[in-house]
């Protein structure tokens, strides 16, 4: 059975049946004596607007109709078929765009449904991600700018601490992300970490000297088991010159002047035995 033989047999039981054999309004006659819509009819018997009707006409996806002697648009089963089919393929996923380049070939029908596959699989596999993410952040309370794998180490963390890696986490890419929450999970030494973060402002230079060389230290095994943070700016999503200008200034505001001039002082001994 063909596909018309067997929508004249559904048909042929329905109601509509005897609307559309007996000429009735829901499809007035044009004035050749056959059957016609005009646009809010068409728009209505396919789900949609007479906006969006006017719309595909205007950008040439759906042909316009003859008009009868009164002017009035006659809008026939080819234009309904075409409206819902549009539709169709809108509730898809597919652009208008594509739905006209569709009308060229099979060859881009193929290509567009192959494009729009890869692009579902994509947002998919996105969804499944933030979701995966969002369950961690709801069962740790992360902060929701910063990334969810930083659920063990943020809690108790200080609002600027906080601040500095939302900056990080907007430059840097995961793995390197992954390693900065592993270094912060598993200091290489957590008592000059402590000494560090309390250094007071007033420092005196012998106490930043010393604490420079032992910092100075923890720099070198960092760098030996992340090579990249040697050079975190080549880590940058967004390219060194942009990963420098955005980490710097967060760097620069955390941190107190003795800090400061501890740090400068634990990279420049870094250097001078590298």
Not at 107 to 115: G, N, P, Q, T, Y
Not at 254 to 269: M, P
Request: contains cysteine; aromatic residues 4%.
């Amino acid at each position: 059975m063909n596909a018309s033989t067997a929508i004249a047999m559904i048909y042929a039981g329905s109601p509509a049946a005897g609307v559309a054999t007996s000429g009735c309004s829901a499809r007035p006659k044009s004035e050749g004596g056959d059957m016609a819509w005009s646009t809010r009819q068409l728009a209505e018997l396919a789900g949609t607007t007479v906006k969006a009707v006017r719309y595909y006409h205007r950008i040439g996806l759906l042909e316009l109709p003859d008009r009868a002697l009164n002017g009035y648009k006659q809008y026939r089963t080819a234009h309904l078929a075409r409206l819902l089919r549009i539709k169709r393929l809108t509730e898809l996923g597919f652009s208008l765009g594509q739905i006209k380049a569709m009308e060229d070939s099979d060859a881009e029908s193929a290509e567009a449904i192959d494009v729009l596959d890869a692009e579902l699989a994509a947002t998919i596999e996105r969804l499944q991600r933030i979701r995966s993410e969002l369950a961690v952040i709801r069962e740790h309370r992360v902060p929701p700018e910063l990334p969810a794998s930083f659920g063990a180490v943020v809690a108790g963390l200080p609002e600027n601490d906080r601040a500095m890696l939302t900056v990080f986490a907007g430059t840097l890419g995961q793995d390197e992300l992954d390693d900065l929450r592993r270094l912060m999970e598993d200091p290489i030494d957590s008592a000059v970490d402590e000494q560090f973060d309390h250094l007071p402002a007033d420092a005196d230079d012998a106490t930043i000297e010393v604490l420079a060389g032992r910092l100075a230290e923890s720099i070198r095994q960092s760098h030996a088991r992340f090579p990249w943070m040697a050079n975190p700016g080549s880590a940058g999503t967004r390219g060194t010159a942009l990963t420098e200008a955005a980490v710097g200034p967060a760097i620069v505001e955390r941190l107190n002047s003795a800090q400061l001039k501890t740090l400068v002082r634990a990279h420049a001994l870094v250097e001078e035995n590298s």
